[in-house]
């Protein structure tokens, strides 16, 4: 099992640089654009916090976003998001479908190893890299506030971002199940999956009569104005994106074993 | 002799598509038992449920004496398998891919690997992906003879090949069977039936039929891939 949870990380490998790199260094580019925004982001957060619903949605009216932090939040908030959130699915869906659409599932499958064992290989090397994910981008945004000479707020940003790594199990969870399904890489629904959950989260912040089913969407313990502004922790939507990511997880391994393999 | 293989009563379906019915087959070892039928006669399905790839619905399939099911992994450890179609994963070098499949059997193959890359003239530092069908057959062949396994299981494996390497190849599958394995071959090429296999059985529709001997004629063996209708 060793040899394939390897093979996979060498083959995840470059993707995983791509995404962890253009994120974190995208969320640390925006870090240090902060000086040069400052004397301007004074005027703007009085204009963006008084935005209604608009600015709700986005944090602005309980952060602003003159401050580093609220700017963090705002910003990075939503790069690390959505890159999160596409790096996972892209990962995930892939996972289990691409034996199959590569026809390498043959030369595999015919290898003295049991399809749980694959499984359990894959599974691993998607937790492996949306960890480490998360410590790559976590590292950049941490060495852009020191670069900056800013105070880091250590707590809020752990949070925030194990938040972010929770999300993006579960989403990778959800498109982990949707691999075993499938006999193509579905990289374009796992893309739009991740979108849509963001979207969802996002209007859901808009529309009032939406707000009591946020909690469904896995955005919605991820939202980084709450995080920085110490909101109550979102207990039942957290509990709810842990059952998710295990559901996902065991349906993968329940259909996995039981269907037929496509040549 | 024991029986290498023995299926009993097998019969898959595919929802309402008919893959193989009712299919008793025995292989005894030291054999090469030449498979033969049409495309799409079930002997791919036949192949693919020994390895547990397909999960088929009713009937019982033992090889080696164990059951194809619950002894699932062992099995595979005493088999090689070459599909008809070698494919692998087209970022990794040929070394890679040969190293990895001793790798995950637990056992250091090198040897033997290096034997049949030479006698096959296999490239092992091109990437998969830059390789045609017949080099990709031939690191197939690779992987599945390096561990030295009691049964092969062939699956269409010549096409493709030029004639030399098809000659080294079954020169390999005669030293193999000559020191105890067994051989299972899926063909279309009734030379390979007439000059390598000891019995064979055809399959139409499904359906398996033992032949009374594997050397047959060219009308005999063309008979075979028409339709019932025609007949």
Not at chain 1, 186 to 209: C, E, K, N, Q, T
Not at chain 2, 79 to 105: C, H, L, Q
Not at chain 2, 190 to 209: Q, W
């Amino acid at each position: 099992m060793r040899h394939i949870l390897a093979k996979e990380l060498k083959l995840n490998l470059k993707s995983f640089l791509i995404w962890s790199l253009s994120v974190g260094l995208l969320g640390l580019a925006c870090i240090l654009l902060y000086q040069s925004m400052q004397g301007e982001m004074k005027e703007m957060a009085d204009a963006f916090s008084n935005m209604g619903a608009f600015s709700d949605a986005f944090g602005m009216s309980t952060l602003s976003i003159a401050t580093l932090k609220g700017y963090f939040a705002t910003e990075v908030g939503t790069v690390h998001g959505l890159g999160g959130g596409m790096f996972a699915a892209i990962l995930a869906i892939g996972m289990l479908s691409k034996e199959e659409e590569g026809h390498s599932g043959e030369f595999l499958f015919s290898l003295p190893v049991s399809r749980t064992k694959v499984i359990i290989a894959k599974g691993l090397c998607v937790a492996i890299y949306l960890v480490l994910f998360t410590l790559v981008c976590g590292i950049l945004y941490v060495s852009g506030f020191a670069y900056l000479g800013e105070e880091i707020p250590a707590a809020q940003l752990a949070t925030f971002m194990g938040r972010q790594m929770l999300m993006n199990f579960e989403v990778a969870g959800i498109c982990f199940a949707i691999s075993s399904l499938s006999w193509k890489n579905r990289m374009g629904a796992g893309i739009a999956l991740a979108m849509l959950f963001y979207f969802y989260d996002v209007i859901g912040r808009v529309v009032p009569d939406l707000k009591d089913y946020l909690f469904v969407g896995p955005y919605s313990y991820v939202n980084a104005a709450e995080i920085f502004t110490d909101a109550d922790t979102p207990v039942k939507a957290i509990i709810l994106g842990i059952s998710v990511t295990v559901c996902g997880v065991v349906f993968a391994f329940y259909y996995y074993n039981k269907r037929d393999l496509a040549g | 002799m024991e029986n290498v293989i023995e299926i009993k009563n097998l019969t898959k379906s595919y929802g309402k598509n008919r893959g193989v019915i009712d299919v008793n087959l025995n292989v005894k070892e030291g054999d090469i038992f030449g498979f033969l039928g049409p495309n799409g006669a079930g002997k791919s399905t036949t192949i693919r449920s020994m390895l547990g790839f397909l999960k088929f619905s009713e009937g019982s399939i033992r090889i080696l004496g164990m059951d194809s099911v619950k002894d699932h992994e062992k099995i595979l450890s005493e088999v090689g398998y070459m599909p008809s179609e070698a494919w692998f994963y087209n970022t990794m070098k040929v070394s890679d891919v040969i190293r990895y499949a001793a790798d995950v059997r637990g056992i250091d193959c090198s040897e033997e690997a290096a034997k049949i890359c030479e006698k096959l003239k296999v490239g092992t530092d091109k990437r998969i992906k830059e390789l045609s069908l017949g080099n990709r057959k031939k690191v197939s062949i690779v992987c599945a003879m390096q561990h030295k396994p009691k049964l092969f299981i062939f699956d269409e494996p010549t096409s493709g090949l030029d004639p030399l390497v098809q000659k080294h190849f079954f020169e390999l599958i005669n030293e193999y069977v000559e020191k105890g394995a067994t051989c299972l071959l899926s063909t279309h090429v009734l030379s390979e039936v007439n000059k390598y296999c000891k019995t064979a059985a055809i399959m139409r529709e499904g359906r398996l039929t033992m032949l009374d001997s594997p050397k047959i004629d060219d009308e005999t063996f063309l008979s075979f891939y028409e339709d019932e209708e025609e007949k």
